[in-house]
């Protein structure tokens, strides 16, 4: 399965963006989806994750309270809105599929190839 990310960009710091994460196959609706982001010459970093059906969700502690996580499993797509962006929230952002929310990166077993977030001061 390959999940794809899109969304990323540029913006300025007090802004926001919506990611997606979609399937090649169609089964986003069958997995927990988590989100994780690498910033340069940083270690990859836990962001959020998503239950199945959106009943279960964390938040890493930088982004709690300005980045939300939903799913939409009809469009077998899962979103990331970040808002109030800083600049260091600059980074690739990665979306990935596994069986239970976590933020463990080695417990998912599906990855996209990253969306680039960039956010200007």
């Known amino acids: 399965v390959q999940l794809v990310e899109s969304g990323g960009g540029l913006v300025q710091a007090g802004g926001s963006l919506r990611l997606s994460c979609a399937a090649s196959?169609?089964?986003?609706?069958?997995?927990?989806l988590g989100w994780f982001r690498q910033a340069p010459g940083k270690e990859r970093e836990f962001v959020a994750t998503i239950s199945w059906n959106g009943g279960t969700t964390y938040f890493g502690d930088s982004v709690k309270g300005r980045f939300t996580i939903s799913r939409d499993n009809a469009k077998n797509t899962g979103y990331l809105e970040l808002n109030s962006l800083k600049p260091e929230d600059t980074a690739v952002y990665y979306c990935?599929?596994?069986?239970?929310?976590?933020?463990?990166?080695?417990?998912?077993?599906?990855w996209g190839r990253g969306t680039q977030v960039t956010v200007s001061s």
């Open positions: 990935a599929g596994g069986p239970i929310p976590t933020i463990n990166s080695y417990e998912y077993g599906y």
């Open positions: 196959d169609g089964t986003v609706s069958t997995y927990a």
